[in-house]
């Protein structure tokens, strides 16, 4: 569990209420103030109040641009260039950033970042420079590049101006979210947390704040548990906008002082999420942004009170967002594929079709495959994919086809 919250911790780094009113004087101009809204279908799906807090709509996609512009916007006028390492997001709130200061800037991304993410931080003014698989690899090129170029870098989270930026997010929630309970907030390195709990915890004290990471990702519960800063060896979630390997000695100090829980949830859990909010919200948001309602709709958010999720980013690759489809679909029992072998004969496929359309099933795709499977001489194999209502019309459907006399095997 984090420490309790209010425990004085000695680290000079740590902001204050100031540093994020000072930030927010000076992002004032640049950043859009992003709406509060009850989503009352996922309200009444979870039993509580669901609040969602649209960072997704932000200039640049994502909240980045608020910490990008108050580090970048200070920095002395002899500063030509500033360098950055991200996965996207970042990426491209430093990119614009930079530009409307008048500094370069060049970007060190993954080998893997979403191609939208790539070409939205160029468009931007950025040179982005590819380095390693993640966006640890990233940040240590990026560090040399500074250290041998004059470039400053622009940190993604470990430093008091970019917290004191994200911060700004805290105080907009404090003043459109007055009756808010639990405040859900994204983590990957830990920036956005810090300062939104920071603003929270001197504005509004009653109010419980609760850190998401994906499973697969999840360095800031290992380092809260582990009592000091810790790191994971490899990600696996494609939640890629929160695959950090380590937070930092800053923001692990402010999460353990002002943050009540750090909780982690699936893949799946992440992708049912996205399903809902494009069906109930209309809202496109990336994995990363959608932690924090999935958290809640996993019920890993406790209270009965109107719970805030902050939807952090919507930068989504379109290729990503269909498989992110199919596979939040699956998740939630939407669809599934069937394997079911037929015998090679006249009538075998007509008899499955009539059967599935006697149980008013929609039919998505059939493959009727002969060669190249492990069926009999005299049999066929048949990849069935229906359409289904939830998980439990998946089990019904499953048992009737069997009470039919068909062999099936389950394959999603």
Not at 61 to 66: H, N, P
Request: proline share 5%; aromatic share 4%; glycine share 10%.
């Amino acid at each position: 569990m984090a420490r309790p919250r209010w425990t004085p911790i000695s680290l000079p780094q740590m902001i204050g209420l100031r540093d994020i009113e000072e930030a927010r004087a000076r992002v004032a101009s640049v950043i859009r103030t992003t709406h509060v809204d009850r989503s009352d279908s996922l309200s009444r799906l979870v039993g509580r109040p669901v609040l969602l807090k649209g960072e997704h709509l932000q200039r640049t996609g994502s909240y980045k641009i608020r910490g990008a512009y108050n580090f970048i916007s200070r920095l002395p006028d002899s500063v030509q260039e500033v360098v950055a390492a991200s996965a996207g997001n970042h990426a491209q709130g430093v990119a614009l950033a930079a530009t409307l200061t008048g500094k370069r800037s060049t970007i060190f991304m993954p080998v893997n970042a979403p191609l939208p993410k790539v070409e939205a931080t160029r468009s931007y003014g950025a040179e982005v420079r590819f380095e390693g698989e993640a966006v640890d690899d990233c940040l240590a090129v990026a560090s040399e590049y500074a250290d041998s170029t004059g470039a400053i870098l622009v940190p993604p989270f470990d430093d008091p101006l970019v917290i004191a930026g994200q911060g700004t997010v805290g105080l907009e929630i404090a003043e459109q979210a007055a009756d808010a309970e639990v405040v859900v907030v994204p983590v990957g390195g830990g920036g956005l947390i810090s300062g939104v709990a920071t603003a929270l915890a001197h504005t509004r004290r009653s109010v419980r704040v609760i850190g998401v990471e994906a499973a697969g990702a999840a360095a800031m519960r290992a380092s809260l548990d582990a009592g000091h800063l810790a790191s994971i060896d490899e990600l696996h979630t494609m939640a890629d906008g929160i695959a950090v390997k380590t937070p930092s000695e800053l923001t692990l100090a402010h999460v353990r002082a002002y943050v009540d829980d750090i909780v982690t949830v699936t893949e799946e859990q992440i992708s049912q999420a996205l399903i809902l909010l494009l069906e109930r919200a209309k809202a496109v948001v990336e994995p990363a942004g959608a932690v924090g309602l999935a958290a809640i709709l996993a019920g890993k958010v406790p209270g009965t009170g109107p719970a805030l999720a902050l939807l952090s980013g919507g930068n989504v690759d379109p290729l990503l967002m269909i498989k992110l489809i199919d596979h939040g679909l699956s998740a939630a029992g939407r669809y599934l594929v069937l394997r079911i072998v037929l015998d090679d004969r006249p009538g075998s496929l007509a008899r499955l079709t009539s059967a599935v359309a006697k149980m008013g099933l929609n039919v998505l795709e059939v493959e009727h495959h002969r060669a190249g499977t492990h069926v009999g001489v005299h049999e066929v194999e048949v990849l069935l994919t229906l359409e289904t209502r939830d998980p439990d019309h998946r089990d019904e459907v499953v048992g009737e086809l069997r009470q039919y006399g068909f062999g099936v095997e389950l394959l999603s």
